[in-house]
């Protein structure tokens, strides 16, 4: 007869739903690293063009990106300043340097909460796996047949 005690019922129901909760949170911490890992990217194909900016020169002919598909030719009218959106709809004229400094003080940033994420995602992993051997504990209990008292 597999039968189990009524506080290992309850800890097994606990131990799921901690671990329910616990991917649950996981699952957005990575969506959360997929979307700063995008965000590093492309900060640092914006610093890469910007130091790019110092080898062209005014009336240069240009490819302009619209978005990731589609370019237009256009001449470059200031080489040496660019518009950098610094957030809240804020654009700031910044020379090239600045710029450079801008992104990079962001690319330092930006890899940083990714590495307090990815060590966060990490806990909780480990969370996850030890709850998940406290549950095959209390499974492998469930599935030993008990044995009749022994005793007269």
């Known amino acids: 007869m597999n039968r189990i005690s009524q506080s290992d019922r309850e800890r097994l129901n606990l131990l799921v739903a901690a671990s329910k909760e616990y991917e649950s949170q996981a699952d957005q911490v990575q969506l959360q690293l997929d979307l700063l890992s995008q965000s590093i990217a492309a900060t640092q194909i914006t610093a890469e063009t910007i130091e790019n900016l110092k080898n062209l020169q005014d009336g240069q002919e240009i490819l302009l990106p619209l978005g990731n598909l589609a370019y ?20 700031l004229e910044k020379s090239i340097d600045e710029a450079k400094e801008h992104l990079d003080q962001r690319l330092e940033h930006l890899n940083k909460t990714q590495m ?16 998940r051997n406290e549950i095959e504990k209390i499974a492998m209990k469930m599935q030993q047949p008990q044995r009749p008292a022994v005793g007269g």
């Open 116 to 131: 307090q994420l990815k060590q966060g995602l990490q806990q909780l992993v480990q969370q996850i796996q030890q709850i």
């Open 72 to 91: 237009i030719k256009a001449k470059l009218l200031d080489s040496s300043n660019v518009l950098l959106n610094v957030g809240a709809a804020v654009v």
